[in-house]
């Protein structure tokens, strides 16, 4: 009977798997087909990639991607790991509060985020232009010896980059305040008691002891940053385009083997990552249980 059991799991483990990864695994062998077709299978050839890096569309749309991913990964990284630690010097009764409001942006729809972020910048964007406008007016009619020049605002990548820093600090806090908690407040006591400095202490306690937790919030800020394409494209405006948006425009018209090629190696990036990652922790956890023993 256990055994019948454990067949039937693992059988239904296998078709778990192979609905997940099977459409991944069609998109890499057809990014290496020399045919433009994603259902006839006409040879070998690396035609598909060669393209890839000849187009500047892609390219461009790629090098944004990476850009705002980067930049949004950083500044929310630090921003979320000062914010975690506050909710963690807090009372428990205004951090269970505080981490609550946290947690509507990752449970709330995208389609709402970017929305409210577009109509947000919309209105303060028309404000500071009228504002602009009437002081030129000003400046027309009555001259002035201080000529201060205030530009047009209109969406772009600056918006699109407040607008993934927005949704990616609340996974970084999430990721982070579990360390926190796991942290022996003790040592932090030490420090202080030592003659340390706040700051001090922060990077030589507590940095080091929740490392873990901000890397971990750093890869998952990084993945919804490359990932993201609603709210991008709600805050992008017309000026910029992400690579979920050329992709988007592409599959609209005709479905390119480009978008295998360039998919494959998104996929190739990202796997290249999870597995240093967890070698990393697997040799942390090692020295960790032998420091231990």
């Known amino acids: 009977m256990r055994k019948s059991r454990r067949i039937g799991s693992r059988f239904f483990m296998g078709l778990v798997f192979l609905f997940l990864y099977a459409p991944i695994l069609l998109m890499i062998v057809f990014s290496f087909n020399a045919g433009n077709s994603n259902v ?16 500047r569309t892609i390219l461009q749309s790629l090098y944004t991607t990476l850009l705002v991913s980067v930049l949004a990964t950083a500044v929310a990284t630090v921003a979320g790991t000062f914010a ?10 205004t951090r269970s509060v505080l981490m609550n409001v946290n947690n509507i942006p990752m449970m709330n729809a995208d389609i709402v985020t970017g929305v409210s972020l577009c109509l ?27 000529r201060i020049t205030f530009p047009e605002l209109s969406l772009g990548f600056g918006t699109m980059l407040i607008a ?24 932090v006591d030490a420090a202080r008691d030592l003659g340390c400095t706040w700051m001090g202490a922060f990077f030589k306690v507590i940095l080091p002891e929740i490392k873990p937790g901000i ?12 990932d993201d394409f609603v709210i991008s ?30 998919s494959t190696l998104l996929f190739v990036v990202v796997l290249v990552l999870l ?14 249980a032998r420091r231990g023993a």
């Open 84 to 93: 975690a630690v506050g909710f963690y010097s807090m009372r428990r009764r």
């Open 215 to 226: 890397v971990s919030g750093a890869l998952i800020a990084f993945t919804m940053s490359v």
């Open 40 to 55: 006839v299978w006409q040879g070998f050839s690396l035609r598909w990639y060669e393209e890839l890096f000849q187009d």
């Open 164 to 187: 993934h820093i927005t949704f990616n600090i609340p996974y970084v806090i999430l990721s982070v305040g579990p360390k926190l908690r796991q942290m022996d407040n003790n040592l």
């Open 120 to 146: 947000l910048f919309v209105a303060v964007f028309g404000l500071w232009n009228e504002f602009a406008a009437n002081y030129r007016i000003t400046l027309n009619l009555f001259g002035s010896l201080y």
């Open 233 to 262: 494209y709600f805050t992008a405006g017309s000026s910029v385009s992400t690579l979920a948006m050329e992709i988007y425009s592409m599959a609209r018209r005709r479905v390119s083997p480009e978008i295998n090629a360039v």
């Open 275 to 288: 597995v240093v990652v967890n070698l990393r922790e697997a040799r942390a956890e090692k020295a960790a």
